[in-house]
C-alpha cells in the first residue's frame, strides 16, 4: 500500500523493519505537500531541512542507536507551538518575523522521540476561530471539497493529515480547535484533559483553557503521539505531574461494560439531520459491540458558548497585551508616525487647536496603538475589545464573575454525569464543513460552531473526535467522546473499539493516490 494511505504504527513497524527508509517517507510526504499543497495550503512553512533530520535518524538506526517512540516519522506543526530559531506565527501579522529563542516543550519531547519535524501548519490569528480564515496567511480548504473550509483554528493540522501530507500533527484546542476541525477533515483528534500536556511554548490564548493534542488518521496514532506529548514539565505550573500511562500499549485493549451516555440537550434545535444520523448510527455501533447508551442531561450545557465568549476572550485581551511593538512582533515604521505626528500637530496649531495639539498621544503611545491597530485582524481586535469590556470596572461582575459560576455548573454536569457513565457521546459540530467565505462576516454564526465542544474546555476534560460517516455531499462527518479527567487511555480505547468495528477512518480524499 502506498505510504501515504498507512496509518502511523504501520508506517514505524516498517521502519523498524527495515522496508522503508526515513528519508523515503519523508520525501513522499514532501512529495504529497509539493504536488497539493498549492490547492490545499495547510502549510504555512516547510521544514527545509525536514530531509536532514530524516536521514540522521537513518543513519543512526543503521549503526543500531537506540531510537525515541517516533523514530523518523514526519510530524506536521500547528504554527503556534515555539521552534528555535525558526518563524513561529501563530497565524498571524503580529509574528510574522518572531523567531523564538526556544522550543515549546512538546516540540523537544518531539525531538527527544526522534520525529521529523515536517513543517508549520496554517491557522486562525492567534488560534481565534472556526474555520482558519483568520489567519493572516491564507485560507486552508477542506481536502474532500476544496471549495469548504477544514475547521479551525488548527485546520492546517487536521488538513495536513487528511490530505496524507503528514501522518501526524499536533494542534492546539481552546475551545473546540482540535475536534472541531478533525471532525470537518474526518480525522482523529485528541483534547487532553488541562494540565495532561505542558503548554511551555505555546502562543497563549486563553490560559485557562488552552491545551495541546495530537491529531492522526486512527485512535491507534493518536495513542501513540499523545504518549510522547503528555507528561509533567516543571517549566509549566499547571501541567499535573501524574504518570503518563503508555496509551499505544493499551489502546487495543477494548472495553467491557461500557456506559455511554447520550446528552438529551445535544439532539435539539440546530443539529444538521445527517449529523444526527451519522452520530446515532454510532451510538448503534457502540451497542453492537456491547455498549450500554443511558439517556443523560447537562443542563448548563446551553449557557457553555455565552460563557466561553466572556472567558477566552477576557483571558486573551490580556494575554494579547505583550504584543504592544517594543519587546517583539510587529512594530509600525517609526518615521512614518513621527512624521504623522508633526503633520497632526502642525494642522492644529495652524487652526489654533493648541489644547488638542498639547494631547496629541507621545510618540510611544501611538507607536502602541499602531503597532496593534496595523499588526492584528479584525476577529483578534474584537476578541481584545469584548475581553477588555468584560473585564472592566462596573462589569467585571456581571460577565467574568458571572461567566466563571456558570463554568462551575458546567464542570459539575460532567461530575453528577460521570457518575452514570463512563463517557459522554455525541456530535462534535452541528453541521458538516460549511463553504469558504460562507461565514465569515457572521461572527456569531461562526461562535455558534462551537456549540459541543467548549463545555469540554470550561470543564477542563478531555475529547476526541474522530469519523463517523459522510454527509450526501461528500463532506466528513465526526462523532465526539468525552471522558473524566485524566481519562484520555479510556477516550482512545473507547475510540479504537470503533475504528476497529467501522471503516470510516480509511476513507481518503482523492488527491491521496
Ligand atoms: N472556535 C473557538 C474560538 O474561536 C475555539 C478556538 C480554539 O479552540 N482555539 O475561540
Keep these: 500500500m502506498a505510504p501515504l494511505r498507512q496509518t502511523a504504527t504501520e508506517l514505524l513497524a516498517q521502519l523498524h523493519a527495515g522496508q522503508v ?11 504529497q505537500i509539493e504536488q497539493h499543497d498549492g490547492n490545499v495550503k495547510a502549510f504555512l512553512r516547510v521544514n527545509p531541512r525536514a530531509l536532514d533530520e530524516a536521514a540522521a535518524i537513518d543513519k543512526r538506526r543503521a549503526a543500531g542507536e537506540p531510537l525515541g517512540l517516533l ?3 514526519p510530524v506536521a506543526i500547528k504554527d503556534l507551538l515555539c521552534t528555535q530559531g525558526e518563524v513561529t506565527t ?6 510574522e518575523n518572531f523567531a523564538p529563542p526556544y522550543d515549546a516543550t512538546v516540540i523537544s519531547r518531539l525531538r527527544t522521540a526522534d520525529a521529523v519535524l515536517i513543517g508549520k501548519t496554517n491557522m486562525d490569528e492567534f488560534a481565534m476561530g472556526s474555520s ?15 471549495d469548504y473550509i477544514p475547521g479551525g483554528s488548527s485546520g492546517g493540522a487536521t488538513a495536513c493529515v487528511a490530505a496524507g501530507m503528514a501522518p501526524l500533527s499536533v494542534g492546539s484546542d481552546t475551545g473546540g480547535s482540535i475536534r472541531q476541525p478533525s471532525g470537518l477533515c474526518g480525522v482523529t483528534g485528541l483534547k487532553p484533559t488541562y494540565g495532561r500536556v505542558s503548554r511551555y511554548g505555546l502562543v497563549a490564548f486563553a490560559s485557562s483553557l488552552d491545551q495541546i493534542g495530537p491529531i492522526a488518521r486512527t485512535a491507534e496514532d493518536t495513542a501513540l503521539l499523545l504518549e510522547v506529548l503528555a507528561g509533567h514539565d516543571p517549566l509549566d505550573s499547571t501541567s499535573v505531574d501524574k504518570p503518563v500511562p503508555a496509551y499505544s500499549q493499551t489502546v487495543g485493549q477494548p472495553l467491557k461494560n461500557l456506559r455511554l451516555g447520550l446528552v438529551r440537550e445535544h439532539f435539539g434545535q440546530g443539529l444538521d439531520s445527517e449529523v444526527e444520523a451519522a452520530v446515532r448510527e454510532a451510538v448503534e455501533v457502540y451497542k453492537s459491540l456491547g455498549a450500554t447508551i443511558v439517556d443523560i442531561s447537562l443542563p448548563h450545557g446551553k449557557y457553555g458558548i455565552a460563557t466561553y465568549y466572556i472567558i477566552a476572550p477576557s483571558e486573551a485581551s490580556s494575554n494579547l497585551a505583550r504584543y504592544d511593538g517594543v519587546h517583539y512582533g510587529y512594530r509600525t515604521d517609526e518615521k512614518q508616525l513621527v512624521a504623522e505626528l508633526d503633520r497632526e500637530r502642525a494642522e492644529l496649531v495652524a487652526a489654533g487647536k493648541h489644547a488638542e495639539a498639547e494631547a496629541l498621544d507621545n510618540p510611544l503611545v501611538r507607536l502602541y496603538r499602531k503597532s496593534r491597530a496595523e499588526g492584528f485582524g479584525p476577529e483578534v481586535k474584537r476578541r481584545i475589545m469584548l475581553g477588555t469590556y468584560a473585564l472592566s470596572a462596573g462589569y467585571y461582575d456581571a460577565y467574568y464573575l458571572k461567566a466563571l459560576k456558570v463554568r462551575r455548573l458546567i464542570r459539575r454536569d460532567y461530575d453528577e454525569a460521570f457518575e452514570k457513565v463512563d463517557l459522554v457521546i455525541g456530535p462534535v459540530t452541528p453541521s458538516p464543513a460549511f463553504k469558504l467565505g460562507e461565514k465569515v462576516d457572521d461572527p456569531l454564526a461562526m461562535y455558534l460552531v462551537d456549540l459541543y465542544t467548549v463545555s469540554a474546555n470550561l470543564a477542563g476534560i478531555g ?3 474522530l469519523p463517523c460517516g459522510f454527509s450526501s455531499g461528500g463532506l466528513p462527518i465526526g462523532v465526539q467522546l468525552q471522558a473524566p479527567p485524566f481519562e484520555e487511555e479510556r477516550l482512545l480505547r473507547a475510540a479504537h473499539m470503533y ?3 467501522t471503516d470510516w477512518h480509511q476513507r481518503y480524499p482523492s488527491m491521496i493516490a
Design 499 to 501: 475504528q476497529q468495528a
Design 21 to 31: 527508509t526515513s528519508v523515503e517517507l519523508t520525501r513522499a510526504y514532501l512529495d
Design 90 to 95: 501563530c497565524g498571524s501579522k503580529m509574528l
Design 132 to 146: 482558519t480564515e483568520n489567519s493572516f496567511y491564507k485560507n486552508t480548504a477542506n481536502p474532500w471539497n476544496l
Design 71 to 73: 523514530a523518523g516519522l
Design 463 to 465: 475529547g476526541i473526535a
